[in-house]
T-cell receptor
Framework: QSALTQPASVSGSPGQSITFSCTGT?????????VSWYQQHPGKAPKLMIY???NRPSGVSDRFSGSKSGNTASLTISGLQAEDEADYYC?????????FGGGTKLTVL | QVQLVQSESELKKPGASVKISCKAS????????INWMRQAPGQGLEWMGW????????AYAQGFTGRFVFSLDSAVSTAYLEINSLKADDTAVYYC???????????WGQGTMATVSS
């Protein structure tokens, strides 16, 4: 199972909105609504931010939102803050396994 | 609180074995599967597979069969990852994570760094 495709890096200024993309195939993102997003700060464990395309776990800011169209999922962060600077990984269920994207490094300028 | 606590970092020689533990607390262990992920230095996350905490049945992702073994000691709410015949490219941080839904990992261990070097 090939990894999902994410841009290596994105950047934005405080207060801006920014959107990450995550592209897969009909065998993963396109076939299931079991898409999640994780935030990982350096040296820390990943943190679940979005699951099932657009659901936020309790405690996650409503500045984070998710969506999906076809084989591509997206994570949007609105009102960008310095603390949002981290790596972001998407993942998808494939019917028998889980596949992650390569990750996107977010820099807050 | 709900947490997974992993064992400390390991330094091993090529060909040796390593066993990493993942102790659960704050919830009923058998109610949620444990998944294992690998993150090589400077790289992304890879899903290694999972173990059913009700019956102990493991399932391994492609690329993680043969040398990798998932096991449980349910009496102490602990999952284990053993890697045999270690190679240099096994050097990575290994994470355990609980899945609240299939393929949704809501609680993660802090990670265990395994370094393989002669």
């Amino acid at each position: 199972q090939s990894a999902l495709t994410q841009p290596a890096s994105v950047s934005g200024s405080p207060g801006q909105s920014i959107t990450f993309s995550c592209t897969g195939t009909s065998r993963d993102i396109g076939g299931y609504n079991r898409v999640s997003w994780y935030q990982q700060h350096p040296g820390k464990a990943p943190k679940l931010m979005i699951y099932d395309v657009s659901n936020r776990p309790s405690g996650v800011s409503d500045r984070f939102s998710g969506s999906k169209s076809g084989n591509t999922a997206s994570l949007t962060i609105s009102g960008l803050q310095a603390e949002d600077e981290a790596d972001y990984y998407c993942s998808s269920y494939t019917g028998s396994s889980t596949v992650f994207g390569g990750g996107t490094k977010l820099t807050v300028l | 609180q709900v947490q997974l606590v992993q064992s400390e970092s390991e330094l091993k020689k090529p060909g040796a074995s390593v066993k990493i533990s993942c102790k659960a607390s704050g919830y009923i262990f058998r109610n949620y599967a444990i998944n294992w992920m690998r993150q090589a230095p400077g790289q992304g996350l890879e899903w290694m597979g999972w173990i059913n905490t009700r019956n102990g049945n493991p399932a391994y992702a492609q690329g993680f069969t043969g040398r990798f073994v998932f096991s449980l000691d349910s009496a102490v709410s602990t999952a284990y990852l053993e890697i045999n015949s270690l190679k240099a490219d096994d050097t990575a941080v290994y994470y355990c994570a609980r899945d609240i839904l299939t393929a949704v990992f809501d609680i993660w261990g802090q990670g265990t760094m395994a370094t393989v070097s002669s």
